[in-house]
T-cell receptor, first 113, second 111 residues
Framework: NAGVTQTPKFRVLKTGQSMTLLCAQD?????MYWYRQDPGMGLRLIHY???????AKGEVPDGYNVSRLKKQNFLLGLESAAPSQTSVYFC????????????FGPGTRLTVL | KQEVTQIPAALSVPEGENLVLNCSFT??????LQWFRQDPGKGLTSLLL?????REQTSGRLNASLDKSSGRSTLYIAASQPGDSATYLC??????????FGPGTRLSVLP
């Protein structure tokens, strides 16, 4: 039981490049979340999903897109990376929205030059 | 919009001390509140989830209390150990919304 895994762990991009972050969970959770964590800003919700095939915007969705084609996977895409997207990205999953604990992945550290 | 503050921002204590971390939130109509631990370079791990109907929740040396009406929660750590060194975040949940995370308290327990 791996829990929540994230790929890659580290990545350096140049401004304008694109990339996809992959989150996978093996706990059969319905809810999945993408957060970014920045010094002084705390943890902020980017996008989330309440089930396979669904996505919704969080607090800071601009510049990101997401997809949930399979229940166990939640992808976060950056179409044209900007230096402001330099951050640590965390994926989380949960059985029920807010009523149960969220399980977090180890994070992806992204630097955009 | 829910806003969360945590005091102190950082805390350094000698091993063995009992300590209290504070969390304040502006919207008291919460469904529950969680306390998380984050080790450097790692993801968050849930420590305690306290429901709005509860006053306290305990796990080992950790005790979380909740005063919903005043918008406060405290995390009490008894007999602190160097392995407790980490950042502790609180996250209240309002029904139909998403978790809002506090900025965290960075704890260092010195041997």
């Amino acid at each position: 039981n791996a829990g929540v895994t994230q790929t890659p762990k580290f990545r350096v991009l140049k401004t304008g490049q694109s990339m996809t972050l992959l989150c996978a969970q093996d706990m059969n959770h319905e809810y999945m979340y993408w957060y970014r964590q920045d010094p002084g800003m705390g943890l902020r919700l980017i996008h989330y999903s309440v089930g396979e095939g669904t996505t919704a915007k969080g607090e800071v969705p601009d510049g990101y897109n997401v997809s949930r084609l399979k229940k166990q996977n939640f992808l976060l895409g950056l179409e044209s990376a900007a230096p402001s997207q330099t951050s640590v990205y965390f994926c989380a999953s949960a059985t029920l929205a807010g009523m149960d604990t969220q399980y977090f992945g180890p994070g992806t550290r992204l630097t955009v030059l | 919009k829910q806003e969360v503050t945590q005091i102190p921002a950082a805390l350094s204590v000698p091993e063995g001390e009992n300590l209290v971390l504070n969390c304040s939130f502006t919207d008291s109509a919460i469904y529950n509140l969680q306390w998380f631990r984050q080790d450097p370079g790692k993801g968050l791990t849930s420590l305690l989830l306290i429901q709005s109907s509860q006053r306290e929740q305990t796990s080992g040396r950790l005790n979380a209390s909740l005063d919903k009406s005043s918008g406060r929660s405290t995390l009490y750590i008894a007999a602190s150990q160097p392995g407790d060194s980490a950042t502790y975040l609180c996250a209240p949940y309002n029904y139909g919304q998403n978790f809002v995370f506090g900025p965290g308290t960075r704890l260092s327990v010195l041997p």
